[in-house]
C-alpha cells in the first residue's frame, strides 16, 4: 500500500508563491508518473502539471510559465512550485501518484488533498 502525504498549501496574496510537496511512503516497488491536480468548487478535478519518472514535464496551459513541477526520486517527493498566483488559482490541490507495489501489482493513488487559496 503506498500513502501520500501532501503539505505546503495555505492562504497566499495574489502575486506570491507556494511551494507544496507530496510525499510517498510504504511498501512499493517504483513509481512511475507523478502528478498534481486541483479542484474547484463543485468542479471535477483537472490536471495542474505531471512528470514522469525520467523528468518528462507536462502542464496545463493555464499555469504554463508560472508553475513548475519536480521530483526527487530517491525520497519519493514531488513538489509543485508556484508562482505569480492569481486568485484563479485557488483551489484544493491533490497529489497523484502511478507506481508498481511489492507485487508488481500497478496502482492509481491520490494524496488527501491540500487547500491553496490566494486572495488579499
Known amino acids: 500500500q503506498l500513502h501520500l502525504v501532501e503539505s505546503g498549501g495555505g492562504l497566499v496574496q495574489p502575486g506570491g508563491s507556494l511551494r507544496l510537496s507530496c510525499a510517498a511512503s510504504?511498501?512499493?516497488?517504483?513509481?512511475?508518473?507523478m502528478a498534481w491536480y486541483r479542484q474547484f468548487p463543485g468542479k471535477q478535478r483537472e490536471l495542474v502539471a505531471d512528470?514522469?519518472?525520467?523528468?518528462?514535464?507536462n502542464y496545463a496551459d493555464s499555469v504554463k510559465g508560472r508553475f513548475t513541477i519536480s521530483r526527487d526520486n530517491a525520497h519519493r517527493t514531488a513538489y509543485l512550485q508556484m508562482n505569480s498566483l492569481e486568485p484563479s488559482d485557488t483551489a484544493v490541490y491533490y497529489c497523484?501518484?502511478?507506481?508498481?507495489?511489492?507485487?508488481?501489482?500497478?496502482?492509481?493513488?491520490w494524496g488527501q488533498g491540500t487547500q491553496v487559496t490566494v486572495s488579499s
Open positions: 512528470i514522469s519518472r525520467d523528468g518528462t514535464t
Open positions: 497523484n501518484v502511478d507506481a508498481f507495489n511489492r507485487f508488481a501489482v500497478r496502482g492509481n493513488y
Open positions: 510504504g511498501t512499493i516497488r517504483s513509481i512511475n508518473t
